[in-house]
């Protein structure tokens, strides 16, 4: 049975830093491409960025610059640093998993709340 489990959420003030983490079991945690996705309040799901199973990177414009993805395939573990926080950061993040070569995120976490307010 596949599972995402995401930590590391938690209340910032703006231009402050927060580490997500994405840790993944049931799978062959090196075949998958990850993502992250993030929702807010009346908003609709988008998407944040992704590293892929060779390693590169991809980013939404909206956080170009100011977050980083990188995996431990050792740890089976994602993560999501996101520096510069803003208030329009705050939502619930998601991380995702695709096999490689696959359009479609099969797999999904349970979310965890980001909130940057003073």
């Known amino acids: 049975q596949v599972q995402l489990v995401e930590s590391g959420g938690g209340l910032v003030q703006p231009g402050g830093s927060l580490r997500l983490s994405c840790a993944a079991s049931?799978?062959?945690?090196?075949?998958?491409?990850i993502a992250w996705f993030r929702q807010a309040p009346g908003s609709e799901r988008e998407f944040v960025g992704a590293?892929?199973?060779?390693?590169?990177?991809y980013f939404a414009n909206s956080v170009k610059g100011r977050f980083t993805i990188s995996r431990d395939n050792a740890k089976n573990t994602v993560y999501l640093q996101m520096n510069m926080l803003k208030p329009e950061d705050t939502a619930v993040y998601y991380c995702?998993?695709?096999?490689?070569?696959?359009?479609?995120?099969?797999?999904w976490g349970q979310g965890t709340q980001v909130t940057v307010s003073s």
């Open positions: 590293i892929y199973r060779s390693g590169n990177t």
């Open positions: 995702a998993a695709r096999q490689t070569g696959k359009s479609e995120y099969d797999y």
């Open positions: 049931g799978l062959t945690f090196s075949n998958y491409d």
